[in-house]
């Protein structure tokens, strides 16, 4: 669910002025997990815009306190919401912690880096929503921790449906500044794509997993 209107269409214009968000039906892209895709998102590209890193910050502060009430601790799910996490801590005057795929091999051996404290109240960050699964993987090492997981804040998702039963299972609320949905529609009013592209790219969101894999 996107935090509101607005925000998702400006935020969706800003990723395609500066290529975090490329469309192009006719060559796709071919996803790690060996999907084709339409589409391909680069969240990290945002850092490197000081205007648009500081709106995305402030988007993320304003509606994760108002939807959430201001946690205790923000965890930024790593590698690509590490530096917005720790923006968005920052802004709030929060602490910040990150959350490794997996537990390190050596040392302390820690999955969660960074001073957590059981039954704290955190908000959990993220750049990108695709099935969701890595994302609530971080959830459940933070649980592990004893965290309270008020939700998580993400800055796009694709919207398929999977995602949504995964976190409907894992009984997390979702909330993103942007989606696809509201994506191609100002994709489509502002001429980055065309009206039959835009069919093509509803095509995918429906079946990911199996669009032109024959």
């Known amino acids: 669910m996107i935090f509101n209107k607005d925000t998702a269409e400006k935020t969706a214009e800003l990723l395609l002025q500066i ?6 039906p006719e060559n796709p892209f071919t996803w790690a997990s060996g999907w084709k895709s339409p589409i391909y ?4 590209l945002i850092l ?3 205007i648009i890193r500081n709106y995305i910050r402030d988007e993320f502060a304003k509606n994760i306190e108002k939807q959430f009430g201001k946690p205790d601790v923000i965890a930024g799910v790593a590698t690509g919401a590490i530096g917005i996490g720790i923006l968005v801590a920052e802004s709030l005057g929060l602490p ?3 959350v490794r795929p997996e537990p390190k091999k050596h040392g302390r051996q820690n999955q969660v880096e960074g001073f957590l404290q059981k ?3 955190v908000v959990v960050v993220e750049d990108l929503i695709s099935t969701g699964n890595s994302s609530l993987m971080a959830v459940e090492a933070l649980r592990n921790e004893g965290a309270n997981i008020k939700g998580m804040a993400a800055i796009f998702t694709y919207g398929f449906s999977v995602a949504e039963e995964n976190f409907k299972n894992a009984n997390i609320d979702l909330f993103t500044l942007s989606n696809y949905e509201n994506l191609l529609s100002l994709a ?3 001429q980055y794509i065309s009206e039959d592209q835009q069919t093509t790219l509803q095509d995918w ?6 669009w032109r894999q024959e």
């Not at 290529?19 to 192009?24: P, R, T």
């Not at 998102?41 to 990290?44: A, L, Q, T």
């Open 19 to 24: 290529n975090a968000i490329k469309l192009n």
């Open 41 to 44: 998102c680069d969240n990290r």
């Open 48 to 50: 490197s815009f000081p």
């Open 96 to 98: 910040f912690v990150y």
């Open 119 to 121: 039954g704290q109240n």
């Open 188 to 190: 489509v009013q502002k």
């Open 205 to 210: 969101s429906v079946s990911p997993s199996t």
